[in-house]
């Protein structure tokens, strides 16, 4: 296991579609975190969980998203009924459950809504 | 709340010169900071953090940063750029989540560095 693997890389859908993306953290890591990043801008925070429990969700998550982590090992991004301004790289990224401890992101999704 | 400023959009450096990147934080009570770097259509790289105790950190490929808490600054710098550090640099502070210990980052808005050779 070398990393936070996502799949896929890039995905181009219309408009109303529905949309999955997949994060598979570092094997020993029990925190998972989805961020998304526009052209221009940084990343923001969009979800976390610890183990299989999620536990905090930012206002940017509408109702349109969902995310879940049936086992506590890989986790699942869904977006109902895209929109265009949900165009932009989806990040996962995974830490161990360390105070300080830094976060290692995937390589993302990228989501064209067209 | 908390924010993190990086106030240059595009920094320039011919190679073999010293290199600056700013960043300046606001946070309540004592900052956890991070640098990442992101190269084009790829995730994000950590470099080094800042949790506590020395204000020079020291990460990857030669980078380091200096915290300086009276001017809430943590600057990355690097003594002899190469063109093949030409990216998109963040900076991020580490803020706590409400529930339990976990934290979640903050980021700033980045910085492109350009290397010249």
């Known amino acids: 296991d070398t990393g936070v693997s996502q799949d896929p890389r890039h995905k181009i859908t219309k408009r109303g579609q529905n949309v999955t993306f997949r994060c598979d953290p570092i094997s020993e890591h029990n925190r998972l975190y989805w961020y998304r990043q526009t052209l221009g801008q940084g990343p923001e925070f969009l979800t976390y969980?610890?183990?299989?429990?999620?536990?905090?969700k930012s206002r940017l998550l509408s109702d349109r998203f969902s995310a879940e982590r049936p086992k506590g090992s890989f986790s699942t991004l869904e977006i109902q009924r895209t929109e265009q301004g949900d165009s932009a790289m989806y990040l996962c990224a995974s830490s161990l459950e360390v105070t300080g401890t830094e976060a290692f992101f995937g390589q993302g999704t990228r989501l064209t809504v067209v | 709340a908390q924010s993190v400023a990086q106030p240059e959009d595009q920094v320039n450096v011919a190679e073999g010169n010293p290199l600056t990147v700013k960043c300046t934080y606001s946070?309540?009570?004592?900052?956890?900071l991070f640098w990442y770097v992101q190269y084009p259509n790829r995730g994000l790289q950590f470099l080094l953090k800042y949790i506590t105790g020395d204000n020079l950190v020291k990460g990857s490929y030669g980078f380091e940063a200096e915290f300086n808490k009276s001017q809430t600054s943590f600057h990355l710098k690097k003594p002899s750029a190469l063109v093949s550090d030409s990216a998109l640099y963040f900076c991020?502070?580490?803020?706590?989540?409400?529930?339990?210990?976990?934290?979640?980052?903050?980021f700033g808005s980045g910085t492109q560095l350009t290397v010249l050779p």
């Open positions: 991020a502070v580490s803020v706590r989540i409400s529930s339990g210990s976990a934290r979640q980052l903050t």
């Open positions: 969980f610890q183990n299989e429990a999620q536990l905090e």
């Open positions: 946070v309540s009570g004592n900052p956890y």
